[in-house]
């Protein structure tokens, strides 16, 4: 436990920053499963709306620090050339 007043501060913080990345990050999956689930089904037209949706999530998680930048890159890569590939 924190014994200063600051270190208590930064406990509250961290714990708070823990949360919001932990959601963020289970949004991001979330969506990104979204996208492989249509894609294994082979349905273009869900896939393409999938990934449309997916993609700001990737953006914002990367905005917001949770991932890396490249992180995100390579995942949009990938889903995006699984879709290219349903036609």
Do not use: Y
């Amino acid at each position: 436990m924190a014994n200063k007043k600051s270190a208590e501060k930064q406990a509250r913080r961290s714990q708070a920053l823990r949360e919001r990345n932990r959601n963020l990050r289970s949004r991001l999956r979330t969506e990104v499963k979204k996208v492989r689930a249509a894609v294994a089904a082979g349905d273009g037209q869900a896939a393409k709306d999938a990934l449309a949706a997916a993609i700001p999530v990737l953006d914002g998680t990367v905005t917001k620090g949770v991932i890396h930048a490249n992180a995100a890159a390579r995942t949009k890569s990938r889903l995006s050339q699984a879709v290219a590939k349903l036609g």
